[in-house]
């Protein structure tokens, strides 16, 4: 194991563009997230275990650290 993970990650939303900084949980998977700006609901893309693997700049906790996540 390299560290500590990264616990913050940018996410993009896709619909719009607009980019927020989100504390991304340690030992959870976070399925969906509201866009502050336009209200789209990001939800992981097919093979992803979470938004943030999916959308964010940095991969979950749990990736990070090369265990699967979610328990998958």
């Given at each position: ?26 030992d ?45």
């Open positions: 194991m390299a560290g500590q993970p990264i616990l913050h990650s940018t996410l993009t939303c896709p619909d719009c563009g607009h980019r927020s900084l989100e504390q991304m949980p340690v959870a998977c976070q399925f969906v997230h509201v866009c502050a700006n336009c209200s789209a609901r990001l939800r992981p893309k097919t093979g992803d275990c979470c938004v943030f693997c999916s959308y964010g700049d940095v991969a979950c906790p749990p990736v990070q650290a090369d265990h699967s996540c979610c328990g998958g």
